[in-house]
């Protein structure tokens, strides 16, 4: 749905060639990333590119929302949750951590307060951690990650893995890691940054785990163009973008 960093790809004002880049996959909107499986519906994040996103891909199901972490980019979108209200009747299912779940309640305190605003959103909230669980009958494996000093999730279904906003990944997780069609993770730039993967560490990482396809995501302008950055890269290895589709 979106294969940009907090900011997007262009970023307002930024005369740089990738800003300026003429090919659709230089625009990159918010991460976030939608499955179809089982009949089901589950998107992964609610940044502030939700409604675009939903009404790009022209989507009319949504059977739960998975929040890998609090950072605005990944849930300023929520208030249009609205529309599926409105379609099912029924609030929206969101899964997150309790630390997650906190935040949106402070976040987004009209959804949640005692005396609700005549039309306001309608979430029904599910607390998860590290345990696997069900999302609208979907079994998901939460894959604990360090984003900085923020421990944050990832999550494995079937055979793909969606892993944003990451710097760190402890010894353990790698065995839920294996056997993966899809490998999806973040990366924002070359060269270290404090609390997401540079593109050397994105490479060790897909080289541990070894999944068929790794998809770069989470990609910030300060890489070169989409075509540029596709060409240095290792065979297996696929700079996503918006609207990119993934049948496995
Ligand atoms: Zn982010
Ligand atoms: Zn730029
Ligand atoms: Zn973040």
Redesign the pocket.
Known sequence: MGTGTSQGV??IG?N?P??RSADVRDKRLRASALLETEGKVLLVDAGPDFRQQLLRERVRQLDGILLTHEHKDHIAGLDDVRAFNHITGKPVDVYAEQRVLKALKREFRYVFSKTKYPGAPEMTLHVIGENRFRAADVPVTPIRLWHHRLPVLGFRIDNLAYITDVNKVEHEEFAKLKHLEALVVGTVRRGKHVSHFSLEEALAFIAKVNPRTAYLTHLS?QFETHAELQASLPAGVQVAYDGLEIKL
């Open positions: 262009p970023v930024c740089c990738v800003c302008h």
